[in-house]
């Protein structure tokens, strides 16, 4: 089991919201938590994925939106 951490800006989730929803579709991912920061409105949200493979790819496509970073690790 892998754990991968995404972590957005408000302004990087305003503008890339539905892109990112494509790309957790598109990955057998189970959401874990959301949390949406009350001061700045930054995201961070985390999900299980099953093959290290496919988290290793759901990161690094997450990195590809623009203000976006992510990070897996073992579970």
């Not at 951490?5 to 989730?13: H, L, N, P, R």
């Not at 539905?18 to 990955?27: E, G, L, S």
């Not at 930054?42 to 496919?54: K, N």
């Amino acid at each position: 089991m892998w754990l991968v951490t995404v972590y957005c800006s408000a302004e990087s989730w305003r503008k890339a919201a539905t892109a990112f929803n494509a790309i957790v579709a598109k990955y057998a991912v189970k959401p874990l938590s959301t949390k949406k920061m009350k001061d700045d409105e930054r995201r961070i949200m985390t999900f299980e994925l099953d093959d290290v493979s496919d988290a290793e790819a759901f990161q690094d496509e997450c990195m590809t939106l623009e203000g976006f970073t992510a990070q897996f690790e073992s579970l």
